[in-house]
């Protein structure tokens, strides 16, 4: 039987990591630049920590989730999302009583059970961030900050950031009666996902990709426009914020994101490079939800981005990704003798910070070195009898073309002093 990845998978091979890295090194360095430190939570948590902070009625919970009970019959969830493992994680620890204010970011996968796509799979991976202690607009800004500084650096300029406002426990409630009335008015043009969601979910119904949901509630009132003081307020901060610090915005009214614990602030960054499928990332402000998870009343605001659809945008856009490893030295041996020195004098050029590299396959000397030039190594050094015997050898620059003299207990000087 040969064995296939699942469906929805997929190997990340040797060529391909080079890329993974690259933005992974990035990450870090702007999170780094912005004193977010690192979170590394298990990859599967409590079912019910992500049906009460997603929500019971969204399509993660209710479609997507892996889900199943372990040998003990709790039933447990492959994480689809990060802010409600990083939230439990601050609960459970105490973070809150470490630092009045703690921001953090994480990078890993995430699993749903969608139907696979360009840039979807259902293992996916994301980078995001989470700051929690603040109800400061200041905050909602720079976590769209991280992400287009993430875009910058990996030469991604042609981003669109779209932001609204969802409101809070105080207005929205409202706004959900006046929506449901005007949906119900419309219900027979809505797609049957719609319809479902009239009555527990109205917001969505404005999220939806459908055309014909869109044209049907082309004219619906928008939560923007039915905000509380508090709300109001928020968002005409945040808008400034984004003005003073030169950052292009466009309120659009329809963005509500997809998960319940969303208040006030909800954003998102596009690329065209995508098509259709343009979403590179998406946040916003859950002030509710610390508390609803057990632990104190705590304001919190944060993303999380694909990387699948970053490297698919790198690639569209041919942006470099990343320098692959290579060894910088090749021994080449020329019989059996000279093989066990090149062993050993590998391994000390290994340990001493130099990448090397040698024939394991006893090849012959000619084929070693066409091996290390599809390797693309820096130098190359041949070592037989006589080369043991004198204690000297030439090295050879592959780049120039330039031999030079080398000592063997020398080794590690000269190729440093040659390649910097």
């Known amino acids: 039987m040969k064995f296939r990845t699942i469906k929805g998978t997929k190997d990340i091979l040797p060529s391909d ?3 993974w890295q690259h ?24 079912t019910g920590l992500f049906a009460r902070s997603i929500g019971e009625l969204t399509d993660i919970v209710s479609k997507e989730m892996y889900t199943f009970p372990d040998r003990s019959g709790e039933s447990v969830t492959l994480r689809p999302e990060g802010t409600a493992a990083v939230l439990r994680a601050y609960i459970q620890n105490n973070l809150g009583e470490q630092s009045p204010l703690v921001k953090v970011y994480y990078i890993g996968p995430m699993f749903r059970q969608e139907r696979p796509q360009a840039g979807r799979l259902r293992q996916f991976h994301q980078f995001g961030a989470e700051a929690l202690g603040s109800p400061s607009p200041s905050l909602d800004v720079e976590m769209m900050q991280l992400p287009l500084e993430v875009y910058r ?14 409101g809070c426990e105080k207005c929205r409630p409202a706004y959900k009666q006046l929506l449901q009335t005007e949906l119900e008015r419309i219900r027979q043009q809505l797609s049957e996902d719609s319809r479902a969601r009239i009555a527990n979910n109205p917001l969505r119904v404005l999220d939806s990709k459908d055309p014909a949901d869109r044209e049907a509630t082309a004219h619906v009132p928008l939560i923007k426009d039915h905000l509380c003081d508090e709300c109001r307020d928020h968002f005409a901060a945040v808008r400034r914020l984004l003005t003073a610090a030169g950052i292009p915005f466009t309120i659009d009214g329809r963005l509500v994101r997809g998960l319940d614990y969303y208040t006030k602030t909800a954003f998102e960054i596009t690329s065209t490079a995508l098509g259709s499928q343009d979403a590179l ?5 859950y002030d509710l939800l610390v508390e609803e998870l057990g632990g104190k009343p705590t304001p919190g ?25 290579v060894p910088t030295v090749f021994i080449a041996a020329m019989d059996g003798t000279a093989r066990e020195w090149a062993f050993a004098a590998c391994h000390a050029l290994r340990r001493s910070g130099i990448p090397a590299e040698i024939d394991y396959l006893d090849r012959s000397l000619k084929a070693q070195l066409r091996e290390a030039n599809r390797q693309q190594v820096a130098f190359v050094l041949v070592v037989g009898e006589n080369e043991l015997t004198t204690g000297e ?4 620059d ?4 330039t031999d030079h003299p080398v000592r063997l207990d020398a080794l590690e000087q000269t190729i440093r002093s040659l390649h910097g």
């Not at 650096?153 to 969802?166: E, F, K, M, W």
């Not at 999380?304 to 690639?315: K, S």
């Not at 592959?398 to 073309?401: A, E, T, V």
């Open 23 to 46: 933005v992974e090194r990035t990450v870090r360095q702007v999170m780094h630049a912005f004193n977010y430190r690192e979170i590394r939570t298990p990859l599967f948590e409590q």
């Open 281 to 285: 990332m998406g946040g916003g402000r």
């Open 301 to 325: 605001v944060g993303f999380a981005a694909g990387i699948e659809r970053l490297l698919m945008v790198l690639q569209a856009l041919k942006r470099p990704a990343g320098e692959e490893p």
């Open 398 to 401: 592959m780049r120039s073309g």
């Open 153 to 166: 650096a990996l030469g991604i300029d042609a981003c669109a950031l779209n932001i609204n406002s969802v």
């Open 17 to 19: 990591a080079t890329a």
């Open 393 to 396: 050898a030439r090295l050879k």
